[in-house]
Each structure stands twice: as structure tokens, then as C-alpha cells.
């Protein structure tokens, strides 16, 4: 079955302990990306890669990094969790986002806490 | 910068209505334009994408429009379920960033 993998699904942590989201996906898509939703802030992307070795920064960077070494994988690291990073977190996948018959694939969700 | 604004923010109907749902975005340089359901604290589950330069698609129930020279997009939903309360996000893609509204919160009552 196509899909994003997104673990963990729920995660708990202490400010301050690193900790990785991971994202798969068997899509063979070039492009994937990171986006945490907060209630009255909708969606907001936190970083994307175009491509292998490629990444950018989204519009709310600050406190994560990625890495994209390999196509299918694309994790998020949090170095020093802050509460302020309390949310809900989703990869997506796009096989080649400027085209117009390519959409979007989303995860099902990481939800996190840090307290 | 693209803003994309969805009306109402919440809606509440009796089972068996139709209804639609209201998408604007303020730039129409975008590739495509994608309908999402999601149920409270879960994921997004893809319903329709239209193309840029496609003027409906539809699934089922589901009909989705795209006027992109004047920035809106409608979902009607036919015949409306309790199944299908949820919430209803549109979303335009830039290539880069895919720029979400606020969503629709819909509310269908037995």
C-alpha cells in the first residue's frame, strides 16, 4: 500500500531531551516535508526537501533540523525540545509537486508533548 | 503571499442536506488545488485534487470546483451523512509549501 510512515504516533518528553520523528515513504517521491498544526494556527510548514541532500527551510524552522540522505526517509530531530514544540506533526510526500496532476500524501500524525 | 481563507468556520445541518463549502486563495499562480477531511486529532485523508487547469472533479457525494482566475474553489456535498462531520481543509500547492485555510468544521446531526 502507497503511504507515509510516520513514528511514533504519540510521544511524551522532558524539555531539553533530544528526540527524531521519523517519516518513510514507498512512493518514490522526489519531494517530502514537515508541518506541525497548532489550534488557531492552522498548518505551517516547518521544513521540505526537493530532493536527496536537498532542504530548505519552511516558515517555521526554528528548533528542528532534517536530514534527507536517502529518498524515502526524512526525519525530523528536535535537538533541545522546548514546550513551545507541543503539537501535532505531519510528514508529506509529493512525487514531483510542480506538476499539476501531483498532490500531496500525508501522514497519519505524531503527536507531541514536552513538558 | 498566499493567504487561503475557507467559509464558514463552522457548520451544522440535519442529516440529508446538501451543502457546500466555501475555499479563496489570493494568488492563482498554484499547480493544483487539493480537499482534505480530518477527524479530530488525526491525520489528513485526501478527498478530491483538481488540477490547475481543470474546472471540477468529483467522487461519489463529492463534487469539487476550481475557479482559479477568480481564487475560489467550492466542495458540495450531496445528501450529507453523520459520517461526514469532520473538519474540511483546502489546500493550494506552490510546489514548495502546500498553504492550508482554517478549515470548516462540519456538523451533521442525525
Known amino acids: 500500500e502507497a503511504q507515509v510512515t510516520q513514528n511514533p504516533r504519540y510521544l511524551i518528553t522532558v524539555t531539553g531531551k533530544k528526540l527524531t520523528v521519523t517519516c518513510s515513504q514507498n512512493m518514490n517521491h522526489e519531494y517530502m516535508s514537515w508541518y506541525r498544526q497548532d489550534p488557531g494556527l492552522g498548518l505551517r510548514q516547518i521544513y521540505y526537501s526537493m530532493n536527496v541532500e536537498v532542504t530548505d527551510k519552511g516558515d517555521v524552522p526554528e528548533g528542528y533540523k532534517v536530514s534527507r540522505k536517502e529518498k524515502r526517509n526524512f526525519p525530523l530531530i528536535l535537538e533541545s525540545p522546548s514546550p513551545n514544540q507541543t503539537s501535532l506533526y505531519f510528514c508529506a510526500s509529493s512525487l514531483t509537486p510542480s506538476r499539476q496532476e501531483n498532490g500531496y500524501t500525508f501522514g497519519s500524525g505524531t503527536r507531541l508533548t514536552v513538558v | 503571499k498566499q493567504e487561503v481563507t475557507q467559509i464558514p468556520a463552522a457548520l451544522s445541518v440535519p442529516e440529508g442536506e446538501n451543502l457546500v463549502l466555501n475555499c479563496s486563495f489570493t494568488d492563482s499562480a498554484i499547480y493544483n488545488l487539493q480537499w482534505f477531511r480530518q477527524d479530530p486529532g488525526k491525520g489528513l485523508t485526501s478527498l478530491l485534487l483538481?488540477?490547475?487547469?481543470?474546472r471540477e472533479q468529483t467522487s461519489g457525494r463529492l463534487n469539487a470546483s476550481l475557479d482559479k482566475s477568480s481564487g475560489r474553489s467550492t466542495l458540495y456535498i450531496a445528501a450529507s451523512q453523520p459520517g461526514d462531520s469532520a473538519t474540511y481543509l483546502c489546500?493550494?500547492?506552490?510546489?514548495?509549501?502546500?498553504?492550508f485555510g482554517a478549515g470548516t468544521r462540519l456538523t451533521v446531526k442525525p
Open positions: 489546500a493550494v500547492n506552490l510546489a514548495n509549501d502546500m498553504r
Open positions: 483538481i488540477q490547475s487547469s481543470q
